[in-house]
């Protein structure tokens, strides 16, 4: 798919999203909202996970974080976008001191280290009740308006983050960034070799992947108006992101965006019509769709699956 291509099929989607409100209720703003918000953390996961190859399990801790950080920044009086920001700095801030340690774990050592982050994040938050207010949750100041006001407000915010995170997507995987993480990606010790900065990289490509999370994580806490540790830090996030991933295409620009759409669509759907038995069956759909597709959704070569069925259908309208 040629790059321009790209850009158009996002544009298009992009507007598709914002379009919702104009044509369907509240639950389907509500669900185009989650879609951008997930596109997004997929997106920031792509950095690390997809160019550079490193199975991070961390999106919930930092998505958490900048949900306490914008919450707790806004209930000390700082205006809501501003809140945002100082959620983004501090998540990014903190993920870079942390990068320098945890990415000298390689592989499975790595996965597991990132899980660890999870759990002892939220058990800080669970556990510092005198100022996240604990296992309680913490409430978060409103924005004024009508359900419907706020939830079109917020479908925008999410929205132009998630733009945000695709320009940036872009932007890397142009440069000598992109190269380097997947020089990283195909042979870490090759591309140290070779005088790539691989720490300064992988630490680079480990904020990315942060960053965005915790400015998402302070609009969703802003959102939805109250948090709590189970939520904000839920391992089940961590799990869902990779996969959505994987499932559009790792380490490609649009891959990310469509495998967040086509996951929470058919999450959706599946909850919908099975109510007792959708999470084992998005389980096993996910599984197969990845065991078989294991280059994801974008990586099908769409012009031979053609070629093949207009060969089969010439074949089997012969006359004998």
Known sequence: MSPTMRYVIF??????????PLWAGNYFVRMAILIAMFSGLTMSWNFIGGFTGYPSFATAAFFGLGCYA?????KAGVPMVLAWLVATVFVGAFAAALGAIVLRLRGHYFAIGSIALVEVTRLVISSWGSLTGGGDGLNVPLIQGSP???????????????????VVTVIVDRNRLG???????QNEDAADMVGIDTTRYKVF?????????????????????????TDSF??????????????????TVLGPVVGA???????EVLWANFLDYNRAILGAVTVLLILFLPGGLLRINYRELMARYAARSKRSGAPA
């Open 11 to 20: 544009a298009l989607w992009v507007i598709a999203l914002a379009s919702v």
């Open 70 to 74: 914008g919450a707790l920044s806004q």
């Open 148 to 166: 419907t006001e706020v939830a079109v407000t917020f479908l925008g915010v999410m929205l132009a983050i998630m733009v945000v995170v695709f």
């Open 179 to 185: 190269f380097g993480l997947r020089c990283i990606q």
């Open 205 to 229: 490509a480990f904020t990315l992947s942060a960053l965005f999370c915790g400015t998402i994580g302070a609009a969703y806490a802003s959102w939805t108006g109250y948090i709590d540790p």
């Open 234 to 251: 839920s391992i089940l996030m961590s799990i869902k992101v990779p996969v959505m991933c994987i499932l559009g295409g790792a380490g």
């Open 261 to 267: 759409a086509t996951f929470m669509i058919l999450e």
